[in-house]
Nanobody, 127 residues
Framework: QVQLVESGGGVVQAGGSLRLSCVGS????????MAWFRQAPGKEREFVAG????????DYADSVKGRFAISRDKAGNTIHLQMSSLKPEDTAVYSC????????????????????WGRGTQVTVSS
């Protein structure tokens, strides 16, 4: 059974930084895209950042480009999200997701393409 466990959330002031981590188990994740999504209160879940299973293709939501960086460990089952210059509008529950992908060059931004999800970690940015 695939499990994804996030860590690293917390409360930070605007302009600060946080690093989220997600560790997967129960699979090799060798052909899984891995990504971060977030959901703020009263809003729909949205794609934040993702990395292909080749580890060479990265995609970001426009709202976080230049501020967030996703990385994936060589083992392939752990991803990190380095968040900098945080804004109050980044406040949300951040969830890690993984999904099988035929191509090593594709990162899907649709939550429908991901089969496994973590429980999420809260990120709160105060103004």
């Amino acid at each position: 059974q695939v499990q994804l466990v996030e860590s690293g959330g917390g409360v930070v002031q605007a302009g600060g930084s946080l690093r989220l981590s997600c560790v997967g188990s129960g699979s090799t994740f060798s052909k899984d895209v891995m990504a971060w999504f977030r959901q703020a209160p009263g809003k729909e879940r949205e794609f934040v950042a993702g990395v292909s299973w080749s580890g060479t293709i990265f995609d970001y939501a426009d709202s976080v480009k230049g501020r967030f960086a996703i990385s994936r460990d060589k083992a392939g089952n752990t991803i990190h999200l380095q968040m900098s210059s945080l804004k109050p509008e980044d406040t949300a529950v951040y969830s890690c997701a993984s999904g099988w992908q035929r191509s090593p060059w594709i990162v899907s931004t649709s939550s429908d393409e991901y089969e496994a999800w973590g429980r999420g970690t809260q990120v709160t940015v105060s103004s």
